[in-house]
Nanobody, 128 residues
């Protein structure tokens, strides 16, 4: 069973960049589909960006297209969420999750329902 933990959140200004990390223990992240999710104040959980086990069949929310990307560092067993051109509406608690799915689309659709292998979240606040 893989355990994941997010880090890297903080307070940034609009237009800034931030990189979140999702570190794993107990298993290799290479064996899982990975997803990043967020919950903004007063809003439902949103699937932000998910990649399949082979880094294909990915999914991303329209709101982050062209701004957010996922990358894996297999040597460190870490997955990153690079967030550029941040906006106030990106303010949320961000969660990473690892799922036993082949595709990123499956990950983003199913993982929020099962809540398996989720971290505790890291707060991102975008404000001037």
């Amino acid at each position: 069973q893989v355990q994941v933990a997010e880090s890297g959140g903080g307070l940034v200004q609009p237009g800034d960049s931030l990189r979140l990390s999702c570190a794993a223990s107990g298993s290799r992240l290479d064996s899982y589909a990975i997803g990043w999710f967020r919950r903004a104040p007063g809003k439902n959980l949103e699937s932000v960006l998910c990649v399949g086990r082979s880094n294909d069949d990915n999914f991303h929310a329209e709101s982050v297209e062209g701004r957010f990307t996922i990358s894996r560092d297999s040597a460190k067993n870490v997955v990153y969420l690079q967030m550029n051109s941040l906006k106030p509406e990106d303010t949320a608690v961000y969660y990473c999750a690892a799922g036993d799915f082949t595709s990123g689309v499956q990950m983003c659709l199913v993982a929020p329902l099962t809540k398996d292998n989720w971290g505790q979240g890291t707060q991102v606040t975008v404000s001037s």
